[in-house]
């Protein structure tokens, strides 16, 4: 891979993060991360999507009509999130009811229209694919990394296994009821921010 | 610029596209997830009994203690269905009372209790609610309970289908003691200790909680010749 597709690849994870540097996709990162099971799939399933909408876009580019571009978007958008609910219902059917109307809700997730917009319609396939991939990664990392720490705090377990041992309950220890309450996500996604933009102070709006 | 009869020609061709892949994926996707609804429902019912299952060990359970599966009517006679665990419930709904057709799960565990299951359906705040009953074999006492949501709301509503909340309903009854139907009432701020037919309500989802006791009256209510019956028998 060359240079330029590996800035594609990572900058998303940390400069350009699509969560806590663009501020996308806030909603299901607040809704799905109770738990890391669910997370994990959500974070796969825009990964995918971001990833082959980038890609599809990027081969019609010279031929979609700009008039109507948005709605070409929008129907691959769409296209790829159904398939992606249909293979969830198939396949693991007690994660999809968890995640509900989410995977629906993909189709609205600003990063989608905001990457096709802004990259695919002006690069070449490969780039834009590497592009949608790292901006899905970008995105499924924090997704992660709140869904950890909510699942820890607010149910003491990591990936649905029991990890806060029972001898600290007995001690008096509680699980954190607030943690498993959407407000906490923001909380948890403003102490990310937080400390990103401590460690990249070019982040730092003037 | 592109003209109107290219982004005409070029619109229809994408929906036609798009369309064509979606429906071969739904087709193609269809049994597995048919499949899957199936084994939530053997599921729900095993649990209502309280037996323990897995997705890998429903089916097997489901066959192993689920004895029979029959339907009745609002009179209490048996019909003559064929199979009673593919009754569309949310279908029978809609039909008058006296022509649906309800269907019942008998369940006979390891300890030679039988349990009679019966499904229920009903609305909630923001759509369907549904869960399944199981009673003992006095047709009064209740084994076990579970319900689920659509989409209640997320710490209120939706904490029907959660264990503690479904734990309350083991043991209470139906009928008082001179063997009036009752059902079982959802009390706002708490239910007696010894009340036989209440439990408490989830505090912040009133609708939700009066969808179920709605739901437990209007779905029993239906069984209960059948159930009276029964029980003339056996005296």
Sequence with gaps: ?206 | MHSNTYIFIYSSVLVIIVAAILSFTAIQLQPIQSHNIKIEKMQNILNSANIENNVKDAEELYNKYIKSAIAVNSNGEILNVENAFSIDIPLEYKKKESERQLPLFICVKDNGDTNIIVPLRGKGLWGPIWGYIALKNDYNTIEGAIFDHKGETPGLGAEIDTKSFQAQFTNKQIYDETGVFTSIKLVKGGANKDDMHGVDAISGGTITSDGVTHMLKDNLSLYSSYFEKEKNLKQ
Excluded at chain 1, 77 to 100: N, P
């Design chain 1, 1 to 206: 891979m060359s240079s330029d597709n590996i800035k594609l690849l990572k900058n998303p994870f940390n400069l350009s993060n699509p969560i806590t540097v663009q501020v996308l996709g806030i909603c299901s990162a607040l809704a799905v991360t109770v738990q890391m099971k669910p997370a994990l799939i959500m974070a796969l399933s825009v990964t995918i999507v971001t990833g082959f909408s980038n890609l599809i876009i990027s081969l019609l580019r010279n031929t979609i009509p700009s008039r109507i571009r948005i709605i070409v978007q929008l129907v691959v958008i769409a296209a790829l999130v159904i398939i992606v609910d249909q293979l969830l219902k198939a396949y693991v059917y007690d994660v999809s009811k968890k995640l509900s109307v989410f995977v629906g809700l993909i189709i609205t997730n600003c990063i989608l229209m905001g990457r096709l917009e802004a990259f695919a319609m002006s690069n070449k396939p490969i780039p834009s694919f590497i592009d949608g991939i790292g901006n899905g990664i970008g995105y499924g990392l924090i997704l992660v990394l709140v869904a950890f720490l909510r699942e820890l705090f607010g149910s003491g377990k990591i990936y649905g296994y029991q990890v806060v041992p029972q001898f600290l309950y007995d001690l008096g220890y509680e699980n954190n009821g607030l943690m498993i309450l959407p407000p906490m996500a923001l909380i948890i996604i403003g102490i990310i921010i937080w400390v990103q933009r401590s460690y990249n102070p070019n982040l730092i709006e003037k």
